[in-house]
């Protein structure tokens, strides 16, 4: 995701052993989990388990559309 | 001591048949920290098994506040990827890459080399033309 668009996406892949508190912060109990985060729009959204590549687009969009 | 196995050595040398363009691994390490010495060692021996395509260089994230500012880099340890060109990618990987992140580490170096997305084209559409900034988390455990 990162790759098609560096400027503005970055992609994270956090190792939840080693960044308790982050991992606490964002209230990780299972994994994998993503957090989607707009900074500017201050907007943030989790989600538990695998996400398809669509699931990812619809809930990006949605993220996007309610600014 | 080698942190990878004969088997890993060998099945990453047949993936990495696949690279194309060069790929950069800045790793950020506090270098009295266990994980970043362990991330460190484990980067050391995969950039090993292709030295003319993987470039890996190591920043004391406290002697390279300013570089780390620019990279967005708030922990250790952190890799950042960037392609050919030297450009960040985006991508980052917080914590030591093993297990299911070390998948994550092949995976990534192969598609900033190759310049593959597994992503379809309106997919790729969208994400192009995104009119704001996005970080994307994805905790995980080594198992």
């Given at each position: ?67 | ?30 270098p009295v920290q266990d994980w970043s ?12 098994l292709m030295p003319d395509l993987l ?75 995104l009119e704001h900034d996005v970080l ?8």
């Open positions: 995701m990162a790759l098609a668009n560096p400027a503005r996406i970055r992609g994270e892949s956090i190792e939840a052993n080693a960044f308790v508190e982050m991992a606490e912060q964002e209230e990780v109990f299972a994994v994998p989990k993503t957090v989607f985060t707009i900074k500017d729009l201050g907007k943030k959204q989790a989600f538990e388990g695998a996400l398809s590549e669509d699931h990812f687009i619809r809930q990006l969009k949605g993220l996007m559309e309610l600014s | 001591m080698g942190l990878l196995n004969e088997r890993d050595r060998q099945t990453l040398s047949e993936m990495f048949r696949d690279l194309k363009f060069p790929v950069h691994l800045d790793l950020f390490l506090d010495r362990h991330a460190q060692g484990i980067l050391r021996e995969v950039v090993s470039h890996l260089e190591i920043y004391n994230f406290y002697k390279n506040q300013v570089l780390a500012a620019l990279y967005g880099v708030e922990q250790v340890p952190t890799l950042i990827l960037r392609d050919k060109n030297e450009d960040d990618t985006g991508i980052r990987i917080l914590g030591i890459p093993s297990g299911y992140e070390f998948a994550v580490l092949i995976e990534d170096i192969l598609d900033v080399s190759i310049g593959r997305s597994r992503l379809s084209e309106k997919s790729m559409n969208y994400l192009r033309n994307l988390q994805v905790f995980v455990t080594p198992t």
